[in-house]
């Protein structure tokens, strides 16, 4: 098992960034695809980002592509989102993910790990 705890979200003004990181503790973090969701008030919760276990594919929700980066340091055992060009409709609680297995998908019932999420909120 892997336990995850995000950190870094905050309140910033639209056109700001912010960089988002989870650390992981528990075994074989090198082996877990990793992804970032989001959930924002009233809506369901959906897919930002993913990144393969040696780091060397992502990919993106159409919704953040180009303004968001996702990286993992599997040394320090911890995964970032780097947000940039942020928008109030990026606001929303961040929750970091994990799935053993190489496929990047972005749907939810993959991922059995959660972190209690982090939250990012953009003023416009």
């Known amino acids: 098992q892997v336990q995850l705890v995000e950190s870094g979200g905050g309140l910033v003004q639209a056109g700001g960034s912010l960089r988002l990181s989870c650390a992981a503790s528990g075994r074989a973090f090198s082996r877990y695809t990793m992804a970032w969701f989001r959930q924002a008030p009233g809506k369901e919760r959906e897919f930002v980002a993913a990144i393969s276990w040696n780091g060397l594919s992502t990919t993106y929700a159409d919704t953040v592509k180009g303004r968001f980066t996702i990286s993992r340091d599997v040394a320090k055992n911890t995964l970032y989102l780097q947000m940039n060009s942020l928008e109030p409709e990026d606001t929303a609680v961040y929750y970091c993910?994990?799935?053993?297995?190489?496929?990047?998908?972005?749907?939810?019932?993959?991922?059995?790990?959660w972190g209690r999420g982090t939250q990012v909120t953009v003023s416009s």
């Open positions: 993910a994990a799935r053993e297995g190489s496929e990047l998908n972005s749907e939810r019932r993959w991922y059995p790990y």
